[in-house]
T-cell receptor, first 117, second 111 residues
Framework: DGGITQSPKYLFRKEGQNVTLSCEQN?????MYWYRQDPGQGLRLIYY???????QKGDIAEGYSVSREKKESFPLTVTSAQKNPTAFYLC????????????????FGSGTQLSVL | SQKIEQNSEALNIQEGKTATLTCNYTNYSPAYLQWYRQDPGRGPVFLLLIRENEKEKRKERLKVTFDTTLKQSLFHITASQPADSATYLCAPLSGNTPLVFGKGTRLSVIA
């Protein structure tokens, strides 16, 4: 089955620690995204990537880093600089924005809940 | 700046009634507008997309309208069921920028 796999489902971070959230897709999509969701809040964009080896900051990129070395993978690192990391993190993919059909819908993973110990 | 507002944080309706959710946007001229459903602890799932030149789109018990003059989209669920209880998110799409989501409306259908 095609889809997006996020792991782990739950993650705990100690103070001063960097943690990495995994996101893999087998949909052959060019674009991948990371969103953060806080309770009662909408999704806020952290980073996105439209092609391999390229990515752009979203609205709340501070304290986070990403890489896009392979089309299938877009891991997110939550660094110690992110002082309030507790949230639900969602990875998504779509056909590349600007596709002629222009109707890119997002396919989401099942999310990772990150908490601080 | 671009702003998306969904009418209310929570909406309670009785089973069998029609639920109507509102999405208003400002400082935007989206070519498309998408609606997603999110269940607790899960990622959103795409439901419907409507284009700016379409007034209405239907899929089974779902209906979406898109009024570019009012800068508003309405999302209707007819003959609502308890299984329709979830949070519904709207997302206008403009150009080649990433989707921006509203905060969502949490719908509860009471049996």
């Amino acid at each position: 089955d095609g889809g997006i796999t996020q792991s782990p489902k739950y993650l705990f971070r100690k103070e001063g620690q960097n943690v990495t959230l995994s996101c893999e897709q087998n949909l052959n999509h060019d674009a991948m995204y990371w969103y953060r969701q806080d309770p009662g809040q909408g999704l806020r964009l952290i980073y996105y990537s439209q092609i391999v080896n390229d990515f752009q900051k979203g609205d709340i990129a501070e304290g986070y880093s990403v890489s896009r070395e392979k089309k299938e993978s877009f891991p997110l690192t939550v660094t110690s600089a992110q002082k309030n990391p507790t949230a639900f993190y969602l990875c998504a993919s779509s056909r590349r924005p600007g596709h002629p059909k222009g109707d890119e819908k997002l396919f989401f993973g099942s999310g990772t809940q990150l908490s601080v110990l | 700046s671009q702003k998306i507002e969904q009418n209310s944080e929570a909406l309670n309706i009785q089973e069998g009634k029609t639920a109507t959710l509102t999405c208003n946007y400002t400082n935007y001229s989206p070519a498309y507008l998408q609606w997603y459903r999110q269940d607790p602890g899960r990622g959103p799932v795409f439901l419907l997309l409507i284009r700016e030149n379409e007034k209405e789109k239907r899929k089974e018990r779902l209906k979406v309208t898109f009024d570019t003059t009012l800068k508003q989209s309405l999302f209707h669920i007819t003959a609502s069921q308890p299984a329709d209880s979830a949070t519904y998110l709207c997302a206008p799409l403009s150009g080649n920028t990433p989707l921006v989501f509203g905060k969502g409306t949490r719908l509860s259908v009471i049996a």
